[in-house]
Every structure is written in C-alpha cells, then in structure tokens.
C-alpha cells in the first residue's frame, strides 16, 4: 500500500535543541526523509511562554494550530543593522488561533509558540526539496532552516559558543518582551 499513516501523539519524539527552542517544548517528527518524498512534518507542544528562536526556512511554511492561543512574529532586519539590533519596529506579531492555517514565505526571518498564558501546539509542514535554478539539471536540492544561532555565529565571525550563546539570549528576551507587552495590549 502506498498511504503511509502516521498520529501526531505517537510518533516518534525528536530531541530538542535548546538552541532553536526558548521554553519547554515537545517535538514529534511525524514525517522525514524516511517516510515521505517531498515533506517533512512535526507535531510541536509548546509550554507557556515556550517559543522557537528566530529563524527562517528556505521554502514555505504551513502551521495548523491544534490548540490554545499562539503567537507568530516576523522581524524585518532590513531595517536594522543585524539581527542583534532590531528593534520593536522591525517587529510584527499576530496570534496564531486553532483554526487558522498560516502561510510563512520562504527567507522571512520569524519565530512562534506559545503566548504567556496557555499551551499552544500546531503542526508545521515544509518541503525537503527544491529545485535550485542553476543545479545540474535543476536537480532537487535539499532545503535548510537556518536558525538565529547560526545567523549570530556568521555575523560575529565566531565559533565562540558562549559570545554566540550570549547574542541569541539578548535577541530571545528582546522578543519575550515583546510577546509580553503584545499579549497584554491584545487582551488575550
């Protein structure tokens, strides 16, 4: 049979790295390279306040937000000088609600999770591959999500893990902040 079925609360859990996750958080890889040709799917739990640094992927994005009340933000770097510097203004935020299916484009710097008062979980789906414009044969090639602390490293031309460490707490609390003060304004 070629339907493969997976359930989101029994797949196999993913190890969490604390450098793309501020918070405590669950990962179910429900789809991979092993299991699908083309996409990759994760059931994610989020604990209060728990939210994904920032990062961005090389295609698309979908969330399905399954339960409580989420937050997605963006931040426009272009009008900073890097991603240590933005401000509030470079900042989007809008919540995430079950219900709603949200589109992320490719390369747009972003993070989401948990609003401060409740769980939130969604499931994320993204392509593995694309054709690169130029590749031999425009052969698929495997796509990344590049996260904060890769971004950081480049930027500051350092391996230093604690100097890196460092910049994407000082980018994570500048957006915990943020999530905070939006919360209350939105009366969540």
């Known amino acids: 049979m070629n339907v493969i079925r997976q359930n989101l609360y029994y797949s196999n859990e993913k190890k969490v790295n604390p450098y793309y996750f501020d918070g405590d958080v669950i990962i179910r890889e429900i789809y991979n390279e092993s299991n699908s040709n083309d ?5 994610v739990e989020f ?3 728990a939210l994904t640094t920032i ?7 979908f969330l399905v937000p399954l339960y409580g009340n989420g937050v997605i933000g963006e931040i426009d770097i272009n009008k900073s000088n890097s991603l240590a510097d933005f401000t509030f203004e470079n900042l989007t935020i809008r919540s995430l609600k079950v219900g709603e299916i949200v589109s ?5 710097l972003h993070f989401h999770g948990a609003s401060p008062d409740q769980n939130f979980s969604h499931v994320a789906f993204r392509k593995m591959f694309e054709a690169k414009p130029g590749s031999e044969k425009d052969e698929p ?3 990344q999500t590049i996260w904060g602390y890769e971004m950081i490293a480049r930027a500051i031309g350092s391996e230093d893990r604690s100097q890196i460490l460092n910049e994407l707490n000082r980018v994570s609390e500048k957006i915990r902040g943020a999530v905070s003060t939006w919360t209350i304004d939105q009366k969540f």
């Not at 990062?55 to 994005?61: A, F, I, L, N």
């Not at 992320?104 to 747009?108: L, T």
């Open 39 to 43: 996409q990759e799917v994760y059931f």
């Open 47 to 49: 604990a209060r306040s």
């Open 55 to 61: 990062h961005y992927h090389e295609t698309e994005q």
């Open 104 to 108: 992320i484009k490719p390369n747009i």
């Open 141 to 143: 090639v495997h796509t």
